[in-house]
């Protein structure tokens, strides 16, 4: 299809070329990418920080399970540990409970126990005094 006859005065004109046209196209694709570039950064950080934020939510949500089950097994702990179920336990083990005559009281750091049997330790701090 041949719009222009070629008869025509005018069909051998030429563009002249805009030197400033190249530089205008140069600026423009520069910024474009630099724009895209920022997008592509900014929807980055983005994901980045929902990606944080539900690490953050589960990390919480496992903090909050591990502190309720450490309250539970102290409270274990605390019922497993108290006198009634502690002579319990050494009942089941053929322990006796302590009687008044096996008690020797010492009144002076230097003295002896009366009993022949006693067994005395000495430290530098305290004396300890065993029967057996």
């Known amino acids: 299809m041949n719009r222009l006859p070629p008869i025509q005065r005018n069909s051998t ?3 002249e070329h805009d030197p400033r046209a190249l530089a205008r196209l140069i600026v423009l694709l520069t ?10 950064y900014a929807a980055q950080q983005h994901f980045a920080a929902v990606r944080f934020g539900y690490q953050s939510e ?8 591990l502190v309720e089950d450490q309250r ?11 006198p009634e179920r502690l002579q319990a336990a050494a ?3 053929g322990l006796q409970p302590l009687q008044a005559a096996q008690i020797e009281v010492m009144k002076r750091k230097g003295d002896r126990p009366e009993h022949p049997n006693a067994i005395v330790e000495s ?6 005094v065993k029967r057996y």
């Open 31 to 40: 910024s474009g990418i630099f724009l895209a570039g920022g997008f592509v």
């Open 91 to 93: 009942r089941e083990l």
């Open 123 to 128: 430290s530098s701090s305290k004396t300890n």
């Open 72 to 82: 539970r097994l102290m409270l274990i702990r605390e019922q497993a540990s108290t």
């Open 58 to 65: 589960e990390l919480r949500r496992e903090h909050t399970r």
């Open 13 to 15: 004109v030429t563009r």
